[in-house]
T-cell receptor
Framework: RKEVEQDPGPFNVPEGATVAFNCTYSNSASQSFFWYRQDCRKEPKLLMSVYSSGNEDGRFTAQLNRASQYISLLIRDSKLSDSATYLCVVNHRGGGNKLTFGTGTQLKVEL | EAGVAQSPRYKIIEKRQSVAFWCNPISGHATLYWYQQILGQGPKLLIQFQNNGVVDDSQLPKDRFSAERLKGVDSTLKIQPAKLEDSAVYLC?????????????FGEGSRLTVL
């Protein structure tokens, strides 16, 4: 089983739609969680951290379910500019704070 | 503030040749990472440095890959000899603290094609 698993997509949605991505992780000792965004042929950039209580940043909401070992990202009112690959990232404290990236979920927002 | 600098941006070599990539992290960032990203996959950690010491190199193919960060600032990643499966983007990232404490800042990457 992969350490971090994501549905690769692509998710094709119309502008204005709400879309949700899930990510599962295998290491129950994982400490911190993030969503990164990667535009085509660009480097990954931090979108948001994921907190146990859930957190929101504008149109983006991230949630963590430790019992089921999954993380979610919800995007409301999708914009064309949201088209990108969304990478789920998990930190395992053992071994020097190693960040493990998922394969990414590709989102395409269409007119 | 200047970002993470990497060079070269693109490199095409034949299998069994060697190649080196250079990275200069954001000034003051103690932690430096090299990731390999194969097309369609997420970045995979190759090696992590804290200042000039290696924190994690468990996924570095040490028979052909080597990396150093001699003065705790810039870093070089070398592949010798290259194989076809090494074709990927090599991403350098830095962070002011450990990975779990905050975000990683990535460079634009060095895209390697092995023919």
């Amino acid at each position: 089983r992969k350490e971090v698993e994501q549905d690769p997509g692509p998710f094709n949605v119309p502008e204005g739609a709400t879309v949700a991505f899930n990510c599962t992780y295998s290491n129950s000792a994982s400490q911190s969680f993030f969503w990164y965004r990667q535009d085509c042929r660009k480097e990954p950039k931090l979108l948001m951290s994921v907190y146990s209580s859930g957190n929101e940043d504008g149109r983006f909401t991230a949630q963590l379910n430790r019992a089921s070992q999954y993380i979610s990202l919800l995007i409301r009112d999708s914009k064309l500019s949201d088209s990108a690959t969304y990478l789920c990232v998990v930190n395992h404290r053992g071994g020097g704070n190693k960040l493990t990236f998922g394969t990414g979920t590709q989102l395409k927002v269409e007119l | 503030e200047a970002g993470v600098a990497q060079s070269p941006r693109y490199k095409i070599i034949e299998k069994r040749q060697s190649v080196a990539f250079w990275c200069n992290p954001i000034s003051g960032h103690a932690t430096l990472y090299w990731y390999q990203q194969i097309l369609g996959q997420g970045p995979k950690l190759l090696i992590q440095f804290q200042n000039n010491g290696v924190v994690d190199d468990s996924q570095l193919p040490k028979d052909r890959f080597s990396a150093e960060r001699l003065k705790g600032v810039d870093s070089t990643l070398k592949i010798q000899p290259a194989k076809l499966e090494d074709s990927a983007v090599y991403l350098c990232a830095s962070s002011p603290r450990g990975a779990g404490a905050g975000e990683l800042f990535f460079g634009e990457g060095s895209r390697l094609t092995v023919l």
